[in-house]
């Protein structure tokens, strides 16, 4: 049973800075299959889809990052397949419920497998 728990959530004034941490269990050296190879970070706004923020295709090392956080974001996993998102200049429209997410392909939201509860993340100007 893969489990996925995110934190690290909190309200910040816009033009700072917020790590998000996703710990993991369950995972196995038969995770992340050709098809579905990645991890990635959500969010969802009140009354907007969720959209993908930064993925990270796990056996390459490979990140992938919307437009909307590119320069602005670094996701990262460690030793212990925690996976961390470090966000800078936070701006008010990245106010949202962050979620993270494994197995599944890039910042397709449908292809992933687990998902965690999600962390509020609130910047205000």
């Known amino acids: 049973q893969v489990h996925l728990a995110e934190s690290g959530g909190g309200s910040v004034q816009a033009g700072g800075s917020l790590s998000l941490s996703c710990t993991t269990s369950?995972?196995?050296?038969?995770?992340?299959?050709?098809?579905?190879?990645?991890m990635a970070w959500f969010r969802q706004a009140p009354g907007k889809e969720r959209e993908g923020v930064a993925a990270?295709?796990?056996?390459?090392?490979?990140p992938l990052y919307s437009d909307s956080v590119k320069g602005r974001a670094t996701v990262s996993i460690d030793t212990s397949n925690t996976l961390h998102l470090q966000m800078n200049k936070l701006e008010p429209e990245d106010t949202a419920m962050y979620f993270c997410?494994?197995?599944?392909?890039?910042?397709?939201?449908?292809?992933?497998?687990?998902w965690g509860q999600g962390t509020q993340v609130t910047v205000s100007s």
């Open positions: 369950g995972l196995t050296s038969r995770s992340f299959p050709v098809s579905k190879p990645s």
């Open positions: 997410a494994a197995e599944g392909y890039g910042l397709g939201v449908r292809s992933y497998n687990y």
């Open positions: 990270l295709f796990i056996r390459t090392g490979s």
